[in-house]
Nanobody, 125 residues
Framework: VQLQASGGGLVQSGGSLRLSCVASGFTLNGYATGWFRQAPGKEREVVSCISSHDGSTYYKDSVKGRFTISKDVAKNTLYLQMNSLKPEDTAVYYC???????????????????WGQGTLVTVSS
């Protein structure tokens, strides 16, 4: 059982990146899935997530309108399209999955059991 995140890098403010998270050993279908980030000296926070039971999405207020989460069931892959990036988006981004009964926005990061290794996103001003 593994999640493999990729797609991070260095980008200028206003630029775009697309993060990918490939699942192996299990199917993302039926799992709540999400993207989280952790900046130096800060706690890990949810950026966006997709609920498993109704497919509803949640976005942190500061990324609404700029980030889009999606899931390709056939490829067993979770994506995060990030546009109009800002320096404050700089962080290590992690993908995660868990079987959750309620909408994903109701759960803390530590309630997710499956985690990818993280990919660094650096936005320069």
């Amino acid at each position: 059982v593994q999640l493999q995140a990729s797609g991070g890098g260095l980008v200028q403010s206003g630029g775009s990146l697309r993060l990918s998270c490939v699942a192996s050993g299990f199917t993302l279908n039926g799992y709540a899935t999400g993207w989280f980030r952790q900046a130096p000296g800060k706690e890990r926070e949810v950026v966006s997530c997709i609920s498993s039971h109704d497919g509803s999405t949640y976005y942190k207020d500061s990324v609404k309108g700029r980030f889009t989460i999606s899931k390709d069931v056939a490829k067993n892959t979770l994506y995060l399209q990030m546009n109009s990036l800002k320096p404050e988006d700089t962080a290590v981004y992690y993908c995660a999955a868990e079987i959750l009964a309620l909408q994903c926005k109701n759960y803390r990061p530590d309630e997710y059991g499956q985690w990818g290794q993280g990919t660094l996103v650096t936005v320069s001003s």
